[in-house]
């Protein structure tokens, strides 16, 4: 992904997403953090609605019902996966890391 997103040059965001999601998954092969590899990969939920949002953009079917289904999921499951779980996960990622570490 970090490839094809510098020669489709999608930007430098795209760029450090897919490197920071390359680095994560590599990471989450170590024995200890696979149990947590398993809670971080639900961040990706939204995916697919956004994926979704930006085809219908592209087709020019932004005054659909689909579209405004498309948004409002994709906010909803964004803000309450990233922040309603992910931040308490995230917490807890780092105390057990730092636990680990000092044993």
Known sequence: DVVYCACAQQ???FVFHAAAALFIYAH???P???RW???F???EIS???LNLRAQLIACGLTHT???AIANVGFAIMFLLIRWVFGIPLSIAWWAD???TLRE
């Open 47 to 49: 995916t697919p609605l």
């Open 97 to 99: 890391s730092v636990r």
């Open 41 to 43: 990969i639900c961040w």
């Open 37 to 39: 590899a398993c809670f």
């Open 11 to 13: 930007g430098l965001p």
């Open 28 to 30: 989450a092969l170590q």
């Open 32 to 34: 200890f953090q696979q």
């Open 65 to 67: 019902r689909t579209f």
